[in-house]
């Protein structure tokens, strides 16, 4: 879970997978009334492509990064699929591709926030936790992850 103010609104609002084990990434926008705090769900993945930022149907987001370091001075997601979490059976669809996304989002024309997702790696998956960080000095984040898959360490293309 991520806290941060998604829609340049001057308050914190809340970037969540919504079940570990299936599908679902949404933001919840605060709210603010005479009546207290609520928050309003915007799904940005969900198990449907054609509901989905990008096409995307991405299940068992076990964890998210938000990062400064991927797009200069942007904020950007990062998450992905785990890896046979239970097994080639006890997953739902455990075959999928393991991808690893970084989303970043702005408004359009009407003032909705719009995420954008791109393909970090089609291949490592998403462990439990990772990092993303400018590992070698170069002014760039690398996305520094361990799984079922092994250790990898996920480059910007250069």
Not at 22 to 49: K, M
Not at 116 to 124: F, L
Request: net charge negative; hydrophobic share 45%.
């Amino acid at each position: 879970m991520i806290v941060t103010d998604v829609d340049g609104d001057g308050l914190a609002d809340v970037l969540t997978s919504l079940d570990a084990h299936r599908f679902g990434l949404s933001w919840f926008r605060q709210r603010r009334s005479a009546d207290g705090i609520t928050f309003v769900e915007h799904r940005i993945l969900d198990d449907q492509p054609a509901n989905s930022a990008g096409g995307f149907a991405l299940g068992q987001m076990h964890a998210l990064v938000l990062s400064r370091q991927i797009v200069a001075g942007q904020p950007a997601l990062v998450t992905g699929k785990r890896f046979w979490a239970h097994g080639p059976k006890g997953d739902v669809n455990p075959q999928a591709t393991p991808l690893v996304l970084w989303l970043t989002w702005a408004k359009d024309a009407e003032g909705k926030v719009v995420f954008t997702p791109r393909v970090a790696d089609a291949e490592a998956g998403i462990g439990t936790q990772f990092e993303v960080t400018d590992l070698d000095g170069d002014g760039r984040a690398e996305i520094i992850l361990a799984n079922k898959k092994g250790v990898h360490v996920l480059s910007p293309v250069r």
